[in-house]
């Protein structure tokens, strides 16, 4: 049965990897710096800086600014048109690719249970701790257990979000990348930890906590990196 279950895992994986690799080859990761080689968005930007320079506004620069013609904003309209291209590029996008980036968002949805439940496992064993209290040991078991297999999806939906990339020219989506990933795979380990003491109670937890507490460190630092992508660059959290 075990044997089973393994290779129909296997096929879907396999499943997945072809799927992605087709459809992530047109899906356009440069403004996450995805990737190795040049960031061709960050040299477009560049060009387009560089020709405004010369005493010419481009379109997209007067687009930003806030004029009214005959009543009606331009900003807004362009806004409107922006709306438009969009979905009418999501229309000549084939299933494999709109799949694809559909997963890819799923990510920044199912990231916060594997954040919530590990952090609140590690403040669980605190409070069992500080009151001799082993029965919250399994509720930290529970919540490990829940989390990891959040963390395994966060991670596998990750890969469809920025690609399927071994190295990325962005380090800090490269860090986000692989941290994500270890976290996912420790996280397995933390439940499997944690279930080990519960069948055998005097065992030392020593390496069980330093785990712990590693993994709410990382887990930190992983949601901060992430933030950078959604809220503006690393000073995202600037007072």
Do not use: C
């Amino acid at each position: 049965m075990r044997g089973k279950r393994s290779g129909a895992f296997a096929l879907l994986l396999a499943v997945a990897m072809s799927v992605s690799t087709s459809a992530a080859a047109h899906e356009d990761h440069d403004a996450l710096g995805a990737g190795p080689g040049a960031n061709s968005a960050v040299e477009t930007q560049k060009k387009d800086g560089a020709d405004a320079g010369d005493g010419h506004m481009g379109m997209g620069s007067m687009s930003t600014v806030d004029m009214n013609m005959g009543g009606r904003d331009i900003a807004g309209d362009d806004m409107d048109m922006g709306g438009m291209h969009e979905e009418t590029a999501n229309k000549n996008k084939s299933f494999g690719e709109r799949l694809v980036s559909w997963l890819g968002r799923l990510h920044t949805m199912v990231i916060h249970f594997p954040i919530a439940l590990f952090i609140g496992a590690f403040g669980v064993e605190l409070f069992g701790l500080w009151r001799r209290n082993r029965d919250y040991q399994h509720v930290a078991h529970i919540m490990l257990v829940v989390g990891a297999l959040g963390a395994i999806a966060a991670a596998f939906l990750g890969w469809f979000a920025g690609g399927f990339y071994l190295t990325d020219r962005n380090p800090i989506l490269m860090t986000h990348r692989w941290l994500g990933t270890l976290i996912a795979v420790f996280g397995v380990a933390l439940a499997w930890m944690a279930a080990r003491h519960g069948k055998v109670p005097e065992r030392s937890r020593t390496l069980y906590w330093v785990v712990l507490g590693l993994m709410t460190l990382a887990i930190s630092i992983q949601g901060f990196l992430g933030g950078t992508f959604m809220h503006g660059g690393l000073y995202h959290l600037a007072f």
